[in-house]
């Protein structure tokens, strides 16, 4: 039974939902940046490169990588705004989701400025929880994770493949002190690392969870912003925003080319 426009369980109003602009002509594959301020950088790696529109922190813009359509959305900060654009993503008819952002890493082999491509993400966060039931093992398309790989090695970029962890919060939720001269939790990132965790950030879990079980072909590819062991930060963030970006158009136009979604 199809649900009811506008009402209160589906507030849609001629197709149009209730957060996400809506592109006249939709593409089958979105990059998804947590920054709205980073959808304007898709102009730099996409051809003909135009915004849709904004509504809260959902920015969007569509363009060309060789000749596909892809899309770009913001998704805010954390899981409740995520899990919302990839809901809405799913019933605009996308197939394909590619969360392209930042983490800070906890595996000594990953430097700043490498890229992690998500093949699975530790379970961690709350909004994933209602789309995969407890212990179940939350992957990324194995498609995705293979054109995200071949794209960053094709490109000459650092990284590898392995797991982020998604935490509902920045501050507490990620060990950080909450005032300047506070001590922070340590133990809170050696129990995520014990679980297989290379970093933590704040979309990956549900834009993986969401996706697989809204019938979407979903992965990420997220930049070391920072490393929590170390504790660098990456200051010159501009090429490293660029290279997610042409990592995950790249990528997202291989899935589409390469059989049935
Ligand atoms: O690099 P982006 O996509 O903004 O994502 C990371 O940065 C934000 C925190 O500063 C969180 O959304 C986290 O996941
Ligand atoms: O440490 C970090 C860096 C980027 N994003 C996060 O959520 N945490």
């Known amino acids: 039974m199809a649900l ?3 009402s209160a369980i589906w507030p849609w109003r001629d197709g149009v939902p209730p957060h996400l602009p809506r592109p006249r002509t939709m593409p089958r ?3 998804l940046p947590g920054d709205p301020a980073r959808v304007d950088r898709a102009a730099e790696v996409l051809d003909d490169f135009r915004i849709v529109g904004q509504n809260r922190e959902y920015r969007m813009g569509c363009g060309n990588w060789q000749g596909t359509l892809i899309g770009v ?11 919302i654009a990839m809901v809405e993503l799913a019933a605009m008819g996308v197939d394909v989701t590619i969360r392209t952002g930042g983490m800070g890493a906890l595996a000594a082999d990953l430097s700043l400025g ?6 699975e993400a530790v379970r961690n966060s709350g909004v994933a929880s209602f789309y995969a039931g407890p212990g179940e093992r939350v992957r990324a398309a194995s498609s995705v994770v293979d054109a995200l790989e071949e794209a960053r090695k094709a490109l ?6 392995g797991k982020p962890a998604t935490a509902d919060g920045y501050y507490r939720a990620q060990g950080r002190p909450d005032r300047p001269d506070g001590a922070g939790n340590p133990s809170l990132l050696d129990a995520l690392a014990a679980k297989g965790a ?12 969401a996706g697989a ?7 990420a590819v997220l930049a070391v912003h920072a490393h929590r062991r170390s504790d660098g930060w990456l200051e010159d963030y501009e090429k490293t925003q660029r ?17 049935p979604v």
């Open 73 to 83: 959305c913001s998704t805010g900060i954390g899981g409740a705004s995520t899990e």
């Open 4 to 6: 009811k426009e506008r």
């Open 198 to 209: 290379d970093g933590v950030e704040m979309e990956a879990e549900v834009v993986l969870a």
């Open 213 to 219: 079980a809204l019938g979407l072909k979903a992965g």
């Open 114 to 119: 490498d890229f992690l491509i998500a093949d």
């Open 243 to 259: 290279d997610l970006l042409f990592i995950g158009a790249r990528a997202a136009a291989t899935v589409l080319a390469t059989g």
């Open 156 to 161: 000459g970029l650092p990284g590898r493949t």
């Open 29 to 31: 594959a979105f990059l």
